[in-house]
């Protein structure tokens, strides 16, 4: 795919500006050498972008629509790594490149490759125990989808919805997708912007603010981690096989798990403890079991379905088709420590 035109969507953000960064010093020359464009709502952040090389296009956000498919139907391959439970910009994402195929009639095939989370496949262990399931999904053996639309007629999830609604539109349309389902991601980035991780700094914050590290429940939910460096290369590994027409090998749906080494959440807790103790920001490493509304009300606005899926469920996985496309994963138990060390330095009060 010579000369394949790429739009990169939250390039400013945490996961978009480490993947960014990576492809400008890609190994692969396919990637190192391709056009970039990035989607920005800031004409600072466009000017800055400009000077590196790459083409800005100002967007006043993803609600916008049709914007959004006007400018995707110029792509051949878009690259989403902003809002994953927005499923609106993503459908108008994918219908925008089908248009510009049919616009241009080039035969080529489109390919739109999603970023999205595990939190969706997570039971609700905590609030509803009834439909708690320890499995380890494989995107290569098992029927993701099928279990997403199951979990998605008793709770409809946003991240989930949007996730079903993405492999929908890509059929539909005869768009190439690939829905990368990454864990909890932490470590540093490398973008020009944001480089703090999500989950891990709000569970910071929250210890600082309760003078303990908190899980809840009895923390015994398990969760992958992948360090976002590592995040950043297999999206450089897909790209690659992309844009030189190489084999992607696929499970029943287009599913593609990322993941290098787990804990509970009860063991990040007792991570975050010793951490925040020797940096001096917690008096000791004792931690503190709390309940699920309260966990609500600290951490995801009063969503209580929110806090027993994204901080407190089971959701392990196994990244089988990125480990046969040849990803490794090169960060180590040592490397999230830490990283947890690092987090509490710089979510500490000034």
Known sequence: MAGSRILIAGASGYVGGTVLSQFLVSSIADVRNASFSVLVRKREQADRYTSQGITPYLLAGLEDTEAIRQLASRFDVIIHLADSTNHAAAEAMIYGLRGGAQKRGDGAKRHFIHLSGTSSLGDSR????????SHE????????????????????????TTDLRVIDAGEKTNVKTYVVKAPRIYGRGTGLYNQKSVQIPILIRGAIAAGKAEYIGEGTGVWDDVHVADVASFFELLLGKILKNE??????????????????????AEGLAVAGAKKGLLQSTETQSIGLAEAAGKYTGGDAYLAAVGLASNSVTKADLALEMGWTSQKT?????????????????T
Do not use: C, N
Request: hydrophobic share 35%; aromatic share 16%.
């Open 126 to 133: 905590v609030s509803k125990p009834s439909i708690t399931l």
């Open 137 to 160: 999904f494989s995107d290569k053996r098992d029927d993701i989808y099928s279990y997403m639309k199951w979990l998605e007629s008793i709770k409809p999830y946003s991240q989930r």
């Open 247 to 268: 084999h992607v090998p696929t499970g029943p749906k287009p599913f593609f798990f990322i993941q290098s080494i787990r804990h509970s959440w009860k063991g990040v």
């Open 333 to 349: 138990e040592a490397d999230f420590q830490q990283s947890l060390v690092e987090d509490f330095v710089a979510a500490a009060p």
